[in-house]
């Protein structure tokens, strides 16, 4: 890094202190802050409020990971037991249409908070992944990759009627064509990945990521039905954002995203939850 690199780097940090400072203090003032820190706000509310509050072109990076709407009452297999696939009334389905319509209010409330070089990513399964990536596309966003997140150990189908699920989508979008949007790629090269039998050592990143489900040392603190991998995200914070961003996740579920921008020095945290009982575990989390 060169002198001037680095000193441009210093003020991008302290300019993003502040302008995460003023974003609490100024535009979220009137939510109650559920668990705060230098570098991480927690609001146990619904994303949308906080969305709309949120003013325009303030966000680096956006990590969702909203309801599948898959709890329809069906049957799953972990850990060798039949468990319902239910994971809570956030993941109800209220019929295609709705869905959909939910999936353009948030989606598109994260575009205007999405700083004109700023990017978002989406996860999901056949659930919800394909509404998603209509309304971001209908919303003007431009899609940069769908990761494949496969998943080694999954459980197996316990019907063995059709195949077993064993991957996620990922949809990573830019909000803007033109603009120039962060990819850490050498750092996705060249970096260290043991966890991932794809990923070859000092070859390009592929857009099949192989990552285990969620280690049981990562629910230390309480379990989340849904809760992504720390390697995951992990990633995904170091490909997409730079020291001084700002990274917002509306469905922050245990926090996962917050933790892995602790990873990395300088990454300022906004997590929203509906659910208190998540939140207490993302605060726990994060402390
Ligand atoms: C798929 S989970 C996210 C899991 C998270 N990525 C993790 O690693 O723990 C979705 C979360 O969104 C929350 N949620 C659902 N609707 C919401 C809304 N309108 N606003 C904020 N949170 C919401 C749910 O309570 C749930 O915890």
């Not at 509310?45 to 898959?70: G, R, V």
């Not at 959909?100 to 004109?116: G, T, Y």
């Not at 309304?135 to 316990?158: E, M, R, T, V």
């Not at 099949?208 to 629910?219: C, G, H, N, R």
Request: aromatic share 12%; proline share 5%; net charge neutral.
């Amino acid at each position: 890094m060169t002198v001037q690199q680095h000193l441009d780097l210093v003020e991008k940090t302290l300019d993003a202190g502040s302008v995460f400072s003023k974003i609490i203090t100024n535009h979220l003032h009137g939510f109650p802050l559920y668990y705060n820190s230098e570098k991480a706000a927690l609001y146990n509310e619904d994303c949308l409020s906080i969305l709309k509050a949120l003013p325009e072109n303030c966000i680096d990076m956006i990590f969702a990971d909203p309801p599948y709407f898959l709890s329809n009452n069906g049957f799953t297999c972990q850990g060798g037991k039949m468990v319902s696939v239910n994971k809570g009334k956030w993941d109800k389905s209220k019929g295609f249409e709705n869905d959909l319509a939910f999936h353009n209010l948030w989606i598109s409330e994260c575009k205007r908070v999405l700083k004109p070089e700023g990017t978002i990513w989406i996860s999901g399964t056949y659930h919800s992944i394909y509404a998603c990536g209509y309304i971001l596309q209908a919303n003007g966003y431009h899609i940069l990759n769908d990761i494949c997140w496969f998943k080694p150990n999954a459980s197996p189908n316990l019907s063995c009627r059709f195949f077993t699920a064993s991957h996620e989508t990922l949809l990573w979008a830019r909000k803007d064509e033109k603009a120039k949007h962060t990819f850490n790629y050498g750092k996705m090269k060249n970096g260290d990945y043991p966890e991932d039998k794809i990923k070859q050592p000092n070859l390009q990143m592929r857009s099949v990521w192989s990552i285990a489900l969620t280690k049981p040392s990562e629910k230390q603190y309480g379990k989340h039905p849904t809760q992504k991998p720390y390697d995951l995200l992990k990633r995904i914070v170091l490909a997409s954002t730079n020291e001084g961003d700002i990274v917002l996740d509306p469905f922050c579920g245990s926090g996962t995203t917050g933790v892995a921008c602790q990873n990395f020095a300088n990454r300022y945290f906004i997590g929203v939850e509906v659910e208190t009982e998540y939140c207490e575990l993302s605060k726990n989390r994060l402390s």
